[in-house]
Each structure stands twice: as structure tokens, then as C-alpha cells.
């Protein structure tokens, strides 16, 4: 499976899993999801199908991107169909996310995030441990990788620490060959999000917040600049903090930076002992 391929099917999981646990409406999730299934070679794919009815049916509302398009007072008399829009897509598509959600299972940590983490020098939890489940999935076997696999809470943040660094050296993962793996995490986070506003504007306010504890290094500046003018469009039209955006374009002004940053960090996502 190529790299694209594999990022789009993660972009996947991570959909459905914001839009059981509530964080991305049934309506934009079916927008975002039929545009995945499209990047993930799935256009065939009849799982996919309620989303094309709950698109067709709707197509008419200011959903998403479109919102920008209309006036605030063709909005607030519009709320009231979206309200009941949302509910009927919930009722009918709730089942199939589900089964899609068992069929997409939410991916354990990449070998990239845990690379990023130990340079930020952040707590080895679970997530280390997930992270070792999904290397033994991937076919990436040693004994370091089967005991940190196994362990159970309470977790010693110094004993899971210990594994995974005996993990990276048994196993040699082609990702230790990265120059920069925290701009190689930041890419993975952007592209998970770029084919839904809110989760992209939720990725830009992560990688602002991991400018600011690193010091605002050139590559990640123009993140917290863009979040700050998301914020500041809130109050004013012409926010000084990205000049040239408006409520109108900040969105794709977002997509086009987090695309950008991916073509020039993006890190192909981990393969498997058969991809190898």
C-alpha cells in the first residue's frame, strides 16, 4: 500500500472516531468521508454509500465550507432544517459508521510520534505501549518489542522509557534516518486533518502550541500565525498577524499551508514486513 494510500485510510479512522465520539457532525463527516474514500482508491466501496444519500439530500443547507458563502441572517433561518438535517444523518448513518469505525480501527502511534516525543521529552505512557502492539501488527518482532507490547497499567514511565529505546535499536526502523521528526510529526498531524476544517483548524491550534514550547522555529511559525489570525477574525477583517486573510479564505489559506508543510516534511508512513 503506498504511502498516500495509507495516510488517506488513517484520515479515515480518524473521521469516524470524531464522529461517534460527537466532535464532527454526521453531515460534514459524510462530505469528508466520501472525499477519503475517493484519496483511498475506495470509490466502488458500497460502505460508503449512505454518505452519498446524506449529501444528495442535503446538498441544499450551508454545511461546512459552504457556511461562508451565505449572509448571517440566511443562516440563522437556515439552523433550524440543519438541526433536523443532523439528526435524520445521525439515525441513518449511525450503524454504518460503526461498521466502518470496526473495519478503519482507530491506528496506534506511529513510529514518527514516538520519535517526536522522546526528542520533546514527554512521558512514555500507553501510548508507547500501543505503539509496540501495532510494530508486532506490522511484523517488526524482537523481544524488547513483545515485552513492551505486553505490559499492563500501572506503567513506569522510566521501564517503558527503557523498552522503547531497546525497540528502536533491535528493530532499525526506517524512520531513524529522519533529520527532523518532530517537522515529520507535525506533517502527519496536518494531513490527518486536511480534508476536515475542524479538525484542521484543531491541528493548526496543536502545532501552535508545540511552536510556542519549542521557541517558534522558523518551519512552524507560520502555524501560530495562522491560528492567531483565525482567532483575531473573530473581532476584525484584516487581521496583521497573516495579511491578505479574511473569514472567506482563512480556511483554504490553512489547507494550502498544511499541504505545503507535507511536501516538504511528509515522512511515508510506516510499512509493514510485507511492504518491505
Known amino acids: 500500500m503506498s504511502g498516500r494510500l495509507r495516510s488517506a485510510e488513517r484520515a479515515i479512522a480518524l473521521a ?18 466520501l472525499q477519503m474514500r475517493s484519496e483511498a482508491g475506495l470509490g466502488d466501496d ?14 441544499h443547507l450551508p454545511i461546512g465550507r459552504q457556511r461562508r458563502f451565505w449572509s448571517d441572517a440566511a443562516l440563522i433561518a437556515k439552523e433550524p432544517e440543519i438541526v433536523r438535517a443532523e439528526e435524520w444523518a445521525m439515525q441513518m448513518a449511525e450503524a454504518d459508521v460503526k461498521r466502518l ?21 514527554r512521558r512514555c505512557g500507553q501510548e508507547c505501549v500501543d505503539w509496540a502492539i501495532g510494530m508486532l501488527e506490522r511484523g517488526h ?16 514511565h522510566f521501564e517503558v522509557c527503557a523498552l522503547r529505546d531497546r525497540v528502536l535499536e533491535e528493530t532499525r526502523p526506517p524512520e531513524l534516518a529522519i533529520d527532523d521528526p518532530i517537522n515529520a510529526y507535525v506533517a502527519e498531524v496536518v494531513s490527518d486533518a486536511v480534508y476536515d476544517f475542524g479538525a484542521i ?8 502550541a508545540l511552536a510556542n514550547e519549542l521557541g517558534y522555529p522558523a518551519d512552524l511559525q507560520p502555524f501560530s500565525a495562522l491560528d492567531s489570525a483565525f482567532e483575531m477574525l473573530r473581532y476584525q477583517e484584516h487581521p496583521r498577524e497573516w495579511p491578505g486573510a479574511t473569514r472567506d479564505n482563512i480556511e483554504e489559506i490553512m489547507v494550502l499551508e498544511a499541504r505545503r508543510f507535507i511536501a516538504k ?12
Open 101 to 121: 469505525a470496526l473495519r478503519f480501527p482507530l491506528p496506534p502511534p506511529t513510529t514518527v510520534e514516538i520519535l517526536a516525543r522522546k526528542m520533546l521529552e
Open 16 to 33: 469516524l472516531r470524531r464522529m461517534l465520539d460527537g466532535h464532527l457532525s454526521y453531515l460534514d463527516g459524510a462530505r469528508a468521508l
Open 141 to 156: 518482532d524482537s523481544r524488547s518489542v513483545e515485552i513492551l507490547a505486553g505490559l499492563v497499567p500501572p506503567l513506569s
Open 201 to 208: 483548524r484543531h491541528a493548526f491550534a496543536l502545532v501552535a
Open 265 to 276: 516534511y511528509g515522512a511515508p508512513r510506516e510499512l509493514s514486513a510485507t511492504d518491505m
Open 46 to 59: 458500497a460502505m460508503f454509500d449512505v454518505f452519498v444519500v446524506i449529501e444528495s439530500e442535503t446538498d
